[in-house]
């Protein structure tokens, strides 16, 4: 897997919440030959949200987007939960699944599925601590 981060998120963190989602989606032959990029959601809300083409790991590489709010309006962190089921999504489009193929919590926004990814919980998702200018004493 390779990950282009584009975001102040920690690259390790997201790639150990994406190996875990891949893991329970993804065939391990395939795992290499996934590029994920994350980068900020456009708008300035909580909204979240993810590109992937379908299908393509069946053509031998596949490529998939994960959007995250920005810190300054995901002030209290990532919610891993809705990351770890949007991640399960694209994953899902890359073997080749149609929305009209997904049904239930496990792909949906539907009752349930923050019960079924609460396990993401346990992955945080820091932000790099920006590098300050040297102080001199
Ligand atoms: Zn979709």
Redesign the pocket.
């Known amino acids: 897997m390779v990950i282009k981060n584009a975001t102040v998120y920690c690259t390790r963190d997201l790639g150990r919440l994406l190996y875990r989602v891949a893991k329970d989606e993804l065939n391990p032959g395939d795992m290499k030959a996934v590029t994920v990029e994350v980068a900020y959601h456009r708008s300035n809300t909580m909204r979240r949200g993810?590109a992937?083409r379908v299908g393509s790991l069946k053509r031998g590489a596949g490529w998939m987007k994960v959007l995250v709010p920005h810190p300054n309006v995901a002030v209290r962190g990532l919610d891993v939960i809705e990351l770890a089921h949007t991640i399960a999504?694209?994953m899902a489009?890359l073997r080749g699944l149609q929305?009209r193929w997904?049904r239930g919590s496990r792909y949906r926004r539907i009752d349930g599925y923050r019960e079924r990814y609460s396990w993401a919980t346990a992955y945080v998702v820091r932000m790099n601590v920006p590098r300050g200018p040297t102080s001199s004493v």
């Open positions: 993810g992937a999504h694209e489009h929305h997904m």
